[in-house]
């Protein structure tokens, strides 16, 4: 019996699905059988009618009966339920963004998160605890959006803030190092400016170069704020 739908009550699904009987044509060496079957019926003795199919399974498999018939009507019943009524909402709870990853969240199979800027999507009926590993495909996950490197800047200079030895500059970046503000002249990482470096040009001498992402109180006159957004 249905547990989503408790009216038919000859199918499982979509709770569990149905095992049916696969029928056969009724054969020479069960017509005997057969009519015994019928002559038991015709006499309104379904309980000796029943216990023959019992007894020869075989024939059971060549007899058509109401409770063959309801079991195929009940299946086809849920599964037009189940794709007009419920199929959207299913999906939708599948297939859900469930954000940032969570060690603490149960996820379930389709659930999709995102974890160190990338997307994942769950493969088994659930999991917990189980991180995504980047750029990787495991039991609990699937990855389906990687990651990609971080884009040239565009036209005109790009404010990058403080000079960091750690970061990559492409051309056109702009940097604050020791109060003079660079312009990138050729893609770098971990080079840093100076008058003799040829990735770099001085473009701007000032008293003093602030990065912050707030404005000073009573910035002094000669000073340039770099807002950190």
């Given at each position: 019996?249905?547990?989503?739908?408790?009216?038919?009550?000859?199918?499982?699904?979509?709770?569990?699905?149905?095992?049916?009987?696969?029928m056969s044509d009724l054969s020479s060496a069960y017509k005997a059988l057969?009519?015994?079957?019928?002559?038991?019926?015709?006499?309104?003795?379904?309980?000796?009618?029943?216990?023959?199919?019992?007894?020869?399974?075989?024939?059971?498999?060549?007899?058509?009966?109401?409770?063959k018939i309801n079991k195929f009507i009940d299946a086809t019943l849920a599964?037009?339920?189940?794709?007009?009524?419920?199929?959207?909402?299913?999906?939708?709870n599948r297939f859900a963004n469930k954000g940032e990853y969570n060690a603490?969240?149960?996820?379930?199979?389709?659930?999709?998160?995102?974890?160190?800027?990338?997307?994942?999507?769950?493969?088994?009926?659930?999991?917990?605890?189980?991180?995504?590993?980047?750029?990787?495909?495991?039991?609990?996950?699937?990855?389906?959006?990687?990651?990609?490197?971080?884009?040239?800047?565009?036209?005109?200079?790009?404010?990058?803030?403080?000079?960091?030895?750690?970061?990559?500059?492409?051309?056109?970046?702009?940097?604050?190092?020791?109060?003079?503000?660079?312009?990138?002249?050729?893609?770098?990482?971990?080079?840093?400016?100076?008058?003799?470096?040829?990735?770099?040009?001085?473009?701007?001498?000032?008293?003093?170069?602030?990065?912050?992402?707030?404005?000073?109180?009573?910035?002094?006159?000669?000073?340039?704020?770099?807002?950190?957004?």
């Amino acid at each position: 019996m249905s547990i989503t739908y408790s009216q038919l009550t000859e199918s499982s699904y979509p709770d569990a699905i149905d095992t049916m009987v696969r029928m056969s044509d009724l054969s020479s060496a069960y017509k005997a059988l057969a009519d015994q079957y019928y002559a038991y019926k015709n006499a309104g003795n379904d309980t000796a009618a029943a216990q023959l199919l019992v007894d020869n399974p075989t024939l059971d498999t060549m007899i058509i009966n109401a409770a063959k018939i309801n079991k195929f009507i009940d299946a086809t019943l849920a599964l037009e339920n189940w794709y007009n009524d419920d199929i959207k909402p299913f999906f939708e709870n599948r297939f859900a963004n469930k954000g940032e990853y969570n060690a603490a969240t149960t996820y379930l199979q389709g659930n999709v998160i995102s974890c160190n800027g990338e997307g994942f999507i769950c493969r088994v009926t659930s999991s917990i605890g189980v991180s995504p590993t980047a750029h990787t495909t495991t039991t609990n996950w699937a990855i389906i959006a990687k990651q990609g490197i971080q884009g040239v800047s565009g036209t005109g200079l790009a404010p990058r803030g403080a000079w960091n030895s750690s970061a990559n500059y492409y051309v056109d970046d702009c940097a604050a190092d020791n109060n003079i503000l660079w312009q990138c002249l050729v893609a770098n990482s971990n080079s840093k400016p100076t008058s003799g470096n040829t990735n770099w040009l001085a473009i701007l001498s000032l008293d003093s170069v602030i990065c912050a992402s707030s404005q000073p109180v009573n910035q002094s006159s000669g000073s340039l704020w770099l807002q950190i957004l």
